[in-house]
């Protein structure tokens, strides 16, 4: 019922910046929360940040004050905004939605942080 597409990956040097967008098939404000998580290879895929659709945010302690979340009602978008980043942020990103007691994800985005 929610289909998400994200974009926005690619690779970049460490201390450099990405921003991650999330496009949701669904009118953001219907559903739950929307979030990033990641997955390295050889790891449980861990939360990086999410956003209530009232627009309280949480995120990770290993991301905090490096990343931002935020949301564009009109467009129906998610995003997240990446600073300072560093090798250990190196995973698939994937897009999260709960809508209707239903976990929604997106196909996922490689990020590479690397010199």
């Known amino acids: 019922q929610v289909q998400l597409v994200e974009s926005g990956g690619g690779l970049v040097q460490p201390g450099g910046s990405l921003r991650l967008s999330c496009a949701a098939s669904?009118?953001?404000?219907?559903?739950?929360?929307m979030g990033w998580y990641r997955q390295a290879p050889g790891k449980q895929r861990e939360l990086v940040a999410r956003?209530?659709?009232?627009?309280?945010?949480k995120y990770a302690d290993s991301v905090k004050g490096r990343v931002t979340i935020s949301r564009d009602i009109a467009k129906n978008t998610v995003s997240l905004q990446m600073n300072t980043l560093k090798p250990e942020d190196t995973a698939v990103y994937y897009c999260?939605?709960?809508?209707?007691?239903?976990?929604?994800w997106g196909l996922g985005t490689q990020v590479t942080v690397s010199s």
């Open positions: 669904r009118n953001i404000f219907s559903i739950t929360h």
């Open positions: 999260n939605a709960y809508y209707l007691s239903m976990d929604y």
């Open positions: 956003i209530t659709n009232s627009g309280i945010t």
